[in-house]
């Protein structure tokens, strides 16, 4: 079956797979971990390089370091499963996390402060304060969904968004005079009603038009 693990490296670094070729630090592993539970799940490959080279795991260790990431260094736990294949003579750990329900899972950032992390493409990043609202008011939003009353800062709001294509949470702020608690929620609203979207980066974050 090695086939299946080859196929999977060829897809190479992705929102759902990351390669790893040891576990070293558990607390990095952690944040894998939380990225995919907080997303849409993934694959961890262990044993395998970021060029896609399979170097295979040193020892069994590698599923006790992954187990000491996810009991210590996960809040909640992040339940996982692996399964051990051999590729080349050489063994690789497919580390396999499934979507979270519930409350969002939070891993160590560099300082050692609990924080909730998300995968996009190929990176783990922090998760701002309006996505951290946006997924607590969608858990708890009725069936009947989310109103808006159309005042001047909504309608400021989309007139820049259809002359600028995108707009930051500081620009907001400043286009509309809204304190940053109340231009999250408005960013918020906009999301839940499928009307903008967030794009997190490493660098920035900023708020489109959704394609319809």
Do not use: C
Not at 41 to 63: A, P, Q, T
Request: hydrophobic fraction near 35%; avoid cysteine.
């Amino acid at each position: 079956m090695s086939h299946y693990i080859k196929n999977l490296i060829q897809e190479g670094e992705h929102q759902q797979l990351d390669f790893k070729y040891e576990i070293s630090d558990s607390q990095k592993i952690a944040r894998s971990l939380v990225a995919f539970a907080n997303t849409d799940g993934g694959r961890l490959l262990v044993g395998v390089k970021d060029n896609g080279m399979i170097s295979g795991v040193k020892s069994s260790e590698e599923y006790y370091m992954v187990e000491t990431a996810a009991t210590l260094y996960t809040k909640p736990e992040v339940p996982f499963t692996t399964r051990k294949w051999t590729v080349e003579g050489k063994t690789v750990v497919e580390v396999i996390v499934h979507p979270r329900h519930g409350k969002p899972h939070k891993a160590p950032d560099k300082e050692g402060k609990f924080k909730v992390f998300v995968r996009v493409k190929d990176q783990n990043l922090l998760a701002n304060a309006v996505l951290l609202k946006y997924w607590q008011r969608k858990s708890q939003e009725r069936p009947e969904g989310v109103f808006i009353h159309y005042t001047e800062k909504e309608n400021l709001l989309l007139k820049y968004l259809e002359e600028n294509g995108s707009i930051t949470l500081s620009k907001l702020i400043k286009l509309t005079g809204l304190n940053k608690r109340k231009a999250e929620a408005l960013l918020v609203d906009f999301m839940l009603l499928n009307i903008i979207e967030m794009t997190l980066t490493e660098r920035s974050t900023f708020y489109t038009i959704k394609d319809m």
